[in-house]
């Protein structure tokens, strides 16, 4: 099944995906273990920070080994390129999808950069490319500040449609009221927004939610409802691994050996990624 198939079928049946994202292979590991648990497709996602970390090989081959271990569909996607040519970099190196991200430039050249990664990326099959577009603020952390997102920030509907009819992208990214991080406030997602996007575009293309971490379970039903087919979570996973890591070092001081103290960070990172594919109605999908 391509992950073309998966978000399609996610989109009709009205579930959405999770996008988990990672910077080591303890981390890309213990979610193909909980989605094999699951049986959910697994969607392993790397920043251009991240995947500076791991490698874009190491991250091909750590896909490759995980696909051999644990038989289910995993993928691995290219998230936030914030050029053209890092998104080319991530192609080559074998990832499965794209995010290109030029939602920083202005709409013309934001088309056209994504649509020359279209391009690139339809010679090899099956890659899927997503774009994105509006002001998507934050970071993946704890924000110590309120982050006020303006109405200036969120995607026009129109002007998505007319993006993904120009670049031709699989997948679309707006901004609805969402952030990078978790919010001192509660964030308010713009549902009636969401509708309206997904209303005007083309059926082929899927609508990604960023910022997945933080947000009540009731907007993201919503959401998943209004037509959100895959959702991005990282700060969640960040404070779940880095937690449950700080956790064994004070609970074993003189423990040197890293494959005893990874497990317990591992765990209570596997107990986030389980709520979010409940919550998220991707279990029992395969
Ligand atoms: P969060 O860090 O808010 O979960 O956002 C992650 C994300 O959107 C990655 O693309």
């Known amino acids: 099944m391509s992950l073309q198939e998966i978000l399609q079928r996610a989109y009709q049946d009205n579930w959405a995906t999770g996008h988990f994202n990672i910077s080591t292979l303890e981390q890309m590991r213990v979610i193909c273990r909980v989605c094999q648990e699951l049986k959910s497709p697994?969607?392993?996602?790397t920043?251009?920070?991240?995947?500076?970390?791991?490698?874009?090989?190491?991250?091909?081959?750590?896909?490759?080994?995980?696909?051999r271990e644990f038989n289910i569909p995993i993928f691995i996607n290219a998230d936030h390129s914030?050029?053209?040519?890092?998104a080319k970099a991530a192609v080559d190196a074998g990832y499965d999808s794209i995010h290109i991200d030029l939602s920083a430039e202005s709409f013309d050249d934001n088309v056209k950069g994504t649509a020359e990664v279209v391009e690139y990326?339809?010679?090899k099959s099956k890659i899927s490319v997503e774009g994105e577009l509006g002001y998507l603020r934050g970071e993946s952390k704890i924000q110590k500040e309120k982050i006020e997102v303006r109405p200036e920030d969120l995607t026009r509907p129109e002007e998505a449609r007319a993006f993904c009819h120009r670049t031709g992208v699989d997948r679309f990214a707006p901004v609805v009221g969402n952030i990078h991080g978790i919010s001192l406030e509660e964030p308010a997602?713009?549902?009636?927004?969401?509708?309206?996007?997904?209303h005007l575009l083309p059926e082929s293309v899927t609508l990604v939610l960023?910022?997945?971490?933080g947000i009540p379970a009731e907007q993201m039903r919503s959401a998943i409802k209004?037509?959100?087919?895959?959702?991005?979570?990282?700060?969640?996973?960040?404070?779940?691994?880095?937690?449950?890591?700080?956790?064994?070092?004070?609970?074993?001081?003189?423990?040197?050996?890293?494959?005893?103290?990874?497990?317990?960070?591992?765990?209570v990172m596997a107990k986030v990624i389980e709520q979010k594919l409940k919550l998220f109605g991707s279990v029992n999908r395969l």
């Open 189 to 198: 997602l713009d549902i009636d927004r969401v509708k309206a996007i997904r």
């Open 42 to 45: 697994a969607i392993i996602g």
């Open 210 to 213: 960023h910022g997945g971490s």
């Open 121 to 123: 990326a339809k010679h």
């Open 82 to 86: 914030k050029s053209v040519e890092s």
């Open 226 to 267: 209004a037509g959100i087919a895959n959702i991005h979570v990282n700060t969640d996973l960040r404070v779940a691994f880095a937690g449950g890591l700080r956790e064994a070092l004070e609970a074993h001081p003189d423990e040197i050996a890293s494959y005893k103290l990874f497990p317990e960070a591992e765990e």
């Open 47 to 67: 920043s251009e920070g991240e995947r500076k970390y791991i490698g874009l090989l190491e991250a091909v081959a750590m896909r490759d080994a995980l696909r």
